[in-house]
């Protein structure tokens, strides 16, 4: 492990020009990976290095986000882990913006596509026609949401219940599923499925198709658990 790092610190001076002491000092407690999820903890860096060390980062991220695409026909997503390791391999490094995906299965729990939508550094507008219409053109036997949160950390919050609630609304009706939400905060994620904060299966109102802000307000959710069988089968 020590060898790899070394590694990389060689790799992030060569790219960026930060200093290999600093990055040193900083990997005694820490992973040297993190200064891809939060820049900031190497302090007040100089411009350039600043520059070269975003440039790396949306790199990596842009390299993350179309390896994703470009296996999208053979990723098979049949559990909440799978789910949660998906998108944080996609959401994991996006720390300036939120976003909001859905994830598109065909009948044998495939992703056929997905569907972004990008916000600000704490909300995003959300547009479940777009979603909708999505997934009825290619006849979507499930959809799966997920979100990222820029501050770092993976709790719902009472608007992620609210708006997961949204689409179990307007897909359940139609026969199409609605696996899980997966929020991901820098390395760590969450299932709303596996916590059981709400009931996947069932709706609690009319399908409402307006527009809605996915944002960040830091009011956690307190969820009251209730008994189901999780079925991942369409």
Not at 171 to 182: K, T
Not at 192 to 216: I, K, P, Q
């Amino acid at each position: 492990m020590e060898a790899l790092q070394n590694e990389l610190i060689k790799a992030f001076n060569a790219l960026t020009g930060i200093s290999t002491k600093l990055m040193t000092d900083y990997s005694q407690d820490h992973n040297i990976i993190d200064i891809l999820h939060h820049p900031d903890v190497l302090g007040n860096l100089p411009d350039k290095q600043s520059t070269k060390l975003a440039a790396l980062i949306k790199l990596v991220s842009g390299y993350q986000h179309l390896s994703e695409f470009s296996r999208l026909n053979i990723i098979t997503i049949n559990s909440t882990g799978k789910a949660a390791d998906f998108f944080a391999g996609i959401l994991s490094l996006k720390h300036s913006h939120e976003y909001f995906m859905v994830a598109f299965l065909d009948k044998r729990n495939q992703v056929v596509d997905l569907l972004s939508f990008k916000g600000t550094l704490d909300s995003c507008p959300v547009y479940p026609r777009d979603v909708l219409k999505m997934a009825l053109s290619l006849d979507t036997g499930a959809v799966i949401l997920a979100h990222n949160h820029p501050t770092g950390h993976s709790n719902p919050s009472q608007i992620d219940v609210v708006s997961t609630q949204k689409f179990v609304n307007i897909f359940v009706p139609l026969d199409i599923q609605v696996l899980d939400h997966i929020i991901v905060g820098g390395s760590s994620t969450y299932s709303m499925a596996e916590h059981m904060d709400l009931d996947f299966r069932c709706t609690t109102g009319d399908a409402n198709y307006n527009v809605f802000d996915l944002s960040e307000d830091h009011a956690i959710y307190k969820s009251s658990k209730f008994e189901y069988e999780e079925e991942w089968e369409i």
